[in-house]
């Protein structure tokens, strides 16, 4: 029974996945995908990230398993990131799709790669999408070179995975992101958005707003409802578009208040892919066709959002007005769908072929993409939540803290010496870590207890190299966490020449929140 059972359910959702759709949904997500990897690569040379990531320094924290992963000299760097903004207009012009998607993936993973002291949330979904995008039939439609076919191309369609796994994708950061808010600090303390708010600058109607001892409140719930509820609320036709809009108004003023990168403006534009797979179609339809009621739309869409964008916008930071018109007018090319019936926009390809039976070969290929797709959603799954086996607080101990979307939950002030003995001579004497770190590399490495021991043993190594074969190295760290008084982080009388860091479980050197002093 219980077999019969997968089976069916398995045969169901390999239909599902293969239900035919209507591709421009598919290209509208890989031109903006392509345009955005230009951007960052972009942003990567004028911010001059092969100076101040990639080169001048001593150490570079590793991820596991990739410790090999090094930098080239800056002149190699800056040549793999053109090439990268270079393989980004490929891929949204659809010229050499695949190869250039394998390149950004291979050129955006390994500058990734490079440094774990630069980790950030945005950074990584970019690595799993250039991932997913290079197996994904992306590259055949709206595409630079289709413009000048002077045939009428036969109307083409795509199976709905790749739509259904860039969509899992993006609803899981989602998820994931408002379920890390489901701590003490936000719930009961509103923190740290109170702390952030109390240095607030911006328009003064905002500032005199957050002023207000409620504001940090409201903004701490509304964040929570809107990551938990953003996934089901984008499922459902009748609330999707008006989901969308309150996302579009989120990730602006995420891109306000905090900056962090072109992810507000990749979540606005990617969100975009659960409105009806026909929705690019319809649009273009309508601009064609001088359909005014819905040229109007979209025009008022673009001034509005455009007027929201520049209102937000912060001086020296990425331009999200442009983001925010091209979010509002989606939002207004949509605003009549959860009021559409359903047959009156249901899909029917025109070029399907009477039914044959499938090739052993087409069955094997539609159960390798099943199954794929069933591993991947697994371990995106999974991976986020491997800290609940790990006993302690993630936000304190840091043990499960990457690739898990834990966003802008912690706001930690650190402070720490290092003290060094050498048990030979009998010698001992303090550290100052920047002697080999750059700023960044040590306010980073105070608040997380595995890069504190990548650095240790970088120590240790270069001390033996230089004459101290036997040396012990200690280290008095507190943190303030969410303005929460300070405590300590790891044993100051523990040896870290003598300790690991430990996978799926926790290490005893680092302390516990509550058993701090």
């Not at 534009?269 to 026909?278: E, P, R, V």
């Amino acid at each position: 029974m219980l077999i019969r059972f997968i089976e069916k359910s398995s045969n169901d959702f390999k239909r599902y996945l293969y239900k035919p759709i209507e591709p421009s949904s598919i290209s509208y997500f890989r031109i903006c995908f392509g345009i955005l990897i230009s951007w960052q690569a972009w942003i990567m040379i004028e911010e001059s990230w092969t100076w101040t990531l990639f080169t001048q320094k001593a150490m570079y924290f590793k991820y596991w398993p990739f410790e090999f992963v090094s930098p080239m000299n800056p002149t190699m760097m800056i040549a793999i990131i053109v090439v990268m903004g270079i393989c980004g207009i490929f891929v949204a012009s659809g010229i050499f799709y695949r190869l250039s998607s394998l390149l950004i993936f291979t050129i955006f993973t390994y500058i990734f790669l490079i440094e774990k002291a630069r980790y950030e949330n945005h950074l990584y979904l970019i690595c799993l999408i250039s991932f997913i995008m290079i197996f994904i039939p992306a590259g055949k439609h709206l595409t630079f070179p289709s413009i000048f076919k002077t045939r009428n191309p036969k109307t083409l369609t795509l199976p709905n995975w790749p739509l259904f796994l860039l969509r899992s994708q993006i609803g899981i950061v989602y998820i994931f992101a408002g379920i890390a808010k489901l701590n003490t600090d936000w719930i009961y303390r509103a923190e740290p958005l109170t702390q952030w708010m109390l240095t607030y600058k911006g328009p003064e109607i905002i500032e005199n707003s957050v002023s207000n001892s409620i504001t940090p409140w409201i903004m701490t719930y509304s964040a929570i409802t809107i990551d938990l509820f953003a996934l089901p609320l984008l499922c459902y036709k009748k609330t999707r578009v008006f989901t969308y809009l309150t996302l579009v108004v989120f990730h602006l003023f995420n891109a306000h208040l905090f900056g962090i990168g072109i992810f507000p403006f990749l979540m606005i534009l990617s969100t975009a892919i659960f409105f009806d797979h026909q929705w690019i179609k319809n649009l273009t339809n309508n601009i064609k066709t001088f359909n005014y009621k819905k040229i109007s739309y979209l025009i008022i869409g673009l001034g509005i959002g455009y007027i929201i964008g520049s209102f937000l916008q912060i001086k020296g930071e990425h331009p999200i007005g442009i983001v925010g018109a091209i979010g509002i007018a989606i939002f207004s090319s949509n605003i009549d769908e959860p009021f559409k019936r359903q047959g009156n926009h249901v899909f029917n390809p025109t070029n399907t072929s009477p039914k044959t039976s499938k090739s052993t070969t087409r069955k094997l290929s539609e159960t390798l993409v099943l199954y794929s797709i069933i591993i991947w959603i697994s371990f995106q799954l999974l991976i986020p939540m491997r800290h609940l086996v790990i006993p302690g607080n993630v936000n304190w101990t840091n043990e499960g803290h990457y690739f898990a979307w834990r966003m802008k939950l912690n706001n930690k002030e650190a402070k720490g010496i290092f003290t060094i003995t050498d048990n030979i001579n009998k010698v001992t004497w303090n550290l100052d870590p920047r002697m080999f770190l750059t700023e960044l590399q040590y306010e980073t490495m105070l608040t997380r207890p595995n890069l504190i021991l990548q650095f240790v043993r970088y120590v240790e190594n270069h001390l033996k190299n230089n004459g101290y074969p036997d040396i012990s190295i200690k280290s008095d760290i507190i943190i303030s966490m969410n303005s929460a008084p300070t405590n300590s982080l790891i044993d100051k009388n523990m040896d870290l020449t003598k300790v690991s860091d430990k996978w799926l479980t926790h290490s005893k050197w680092i302390l516990h929140e509550e058993k701090t002093r």
